[in-house]
């Protein structure tokens, strides 16, 4: 952002610094022809006339001489004051608005708890921050280009410009207390870099990170990634479904990302000692009457979902419950959760 502005600024700059070049060799010229000056009374003239010191003319001048001396002084001066104001207008925003707002995006920052962090807002990460967005989600960007931080001033996006494998970038994101870390960038090894810095800074923290290739995902895991996704294979596997059963993915889609939809799909985590905590699912719906679908639970550690929901299922602290209903009754389940 520094370096686009700097070069706009340059261009104007050199542009103003030509225009009154120009006006000076103009009012050399002119005090030649029409006063008959020297070179040197000539440059003199045009000099105290443009900076406009006041010093005293050389002679008498013409009626002529005089009309050319003042538009002199307005073209002159008013190139000079432009420049001043690009020079002041450029300072100003670059060093002084520039730092207030770093200052402030690092204290909101500071303020997050529980919150989103993407590393790399390019593609991938661009949709991530969508998605967030839309979900009214906290999350931080950290990317060390100029094009993403100017995305993420013009949505009013908190960011943090700089190495997002840099330790202290991370602590400055809030790594410590974030609850999941998006490594997005186009760049497999720093992926691997960023998952290693984050889970080292905070092991509880999930880290969703991005491969490129198929033999990366091992990497990545190893690193300590708690999930691994490759646009290429999700693309490919997603293309295939749309072609054997588009109906089932068309659901899927709208009841995950629909907000006007009734139906919704859910993950609700069941907390220790909550109210339906050692309970079978049919003994806690017949006891708080909650509609919403149980149809699958997913162990405490475990990755996949691989067991069936039944009546008789017990449900204990650390479960993930996999649900489907209205948004009321899955927000009922989710009280009882906690």
Known sequence: ??????????????ISILILIAIYVIGIAGYIFIEK????????????????????????????????????????TGTAAYILINLADFLLSEF?????QIRRVSKMISKLNNHYIICGLGRVGYEIALELNRDKAD???????????????ENNWLYIQGDASSDSNLIEAGVKKAKVLFAAL???????YITLSSKALN??????????RYETINKLERAGADRVVSPQIIGGRRMVA?????????????????????????EIEVKPECRIDGMTIKEASEK????????????????????????NTIIKGGHKLIVVGTVEQIQKLSDLAV
């Not at 045009?46 to 900076?51: E, H, L, Q």
């Not at 999350?139 to 001033?153: L, M, R, W």
């Not at 054997?244 to 990302?257: G, T």
């Open 1 to 14: 952002m520094f370096k686009q502005n700097f070069q706009q600024f340059y261009k104007k700059v050199i």
């Open 203 to 212: 092991p509880k923290i999930l880290v969703v990170a991005r491969a490129t």
């Open 37 to 76: 000056m020297t070179l040197l009374d000539a440059v003199f003239m045009t000099t105290i006339t443009i900076t406009t010191v006041g010093y005293g003319v050389v002679k008498e001048l013409s009626k002529a001489g005089t009309i050319f001396t003042i538009i002199l002084i307005i073209l002159g």
């Open 242 to 266: 749309l072609a054997k059963q588009p109906a089932i993915v068309d659901f899927l889609d709208s009841i995950l990302s629909t907000e006007e939809i009734e139906l919704s799909l859910a």
């Open 96 to 100: 002084l608005l520039d730092r207030f």
């Open 139 to 153: 999350f931080v960007v950290i990317d060390s280009a100029d094009e993403p931080i100017a995305i993420c001033k």
């Open 186 to 192: 186009d760049t497999e090894s720093e992926n691997v």
């Open 288 to 311: 708080y009457q909650f509609e919403a679908l149980i149809i699958s639970i997913i162990e405490s550690g475990q990755k996949v979902m691989i067991n069936k929901a039944s009546p």
